[in-house]
């Protein structure tokens, strides 16, 4: 689930040239009435409901789109997300890792690239806490 990336949101014709191969495969993207209202409740700029279906805004971020396509991955991958423990920490940082990673072959915005990295880092330490609790 990305929180949102501050930057130049896509236009339509982005999104789609973006996710065509995810679309191809049977992919779902939707960025309907429904999914903008649920994006809004969960203050996400982007979910991922499964290995088929991702919610997106109406105009995501460039990097908000590639979060939520490396979960697809995820899930198709059958990562598990524990409850409890970081799991669902563990899950985002997998996801920025990718992104960081990827951010030159996708074309990713630095100003959205230094935003993921802070993530990271929040996630990271975030993550140390839990453990250090257990």
């Known amino acids: ?14 999104v789609d040239a973006i996710t065509a191969d995810f679309r191809s495969a ?22 991922t409901l499964n290995e088929e279906t991702i919610l997106l805004p109406a105009s995501p971020t460039r990097t908000a789109v590639y979060e939520e396509l490396v979960h697809v991955e995820q899930f198709r991958r059958g990562v598990i997300i524990e409850a ?3 799991g669902i920490l563990r899950f985002e940082i997998e996801a920025a890792e990718t992104l960081i ?8 915005p630095a100003d959205e690239v230094r935003q993921v990295i802070e993530n990271l880092r929040k996630m990271r330490a975030e993550l140390q806490r839990l453990k250090a609790g257990q």
């Open 84 to 86: 409890g423990r970081g």
């Open 26 to 47: 049977g992919g779902v993207v939707d960025q309907g009435v429904d999914a903008q209202r649920y994006l809004k409740q969960r203050g996400a700029g982007g979910l």
């Open 101 to 108: 990673r990827n951010r030159h072959a996708w074309q990713l």
């Open 1 to 14: 689930m990305s929180n949102g990336y501050r930057g130049r949101g896509l236009t339509q014709a982005e």
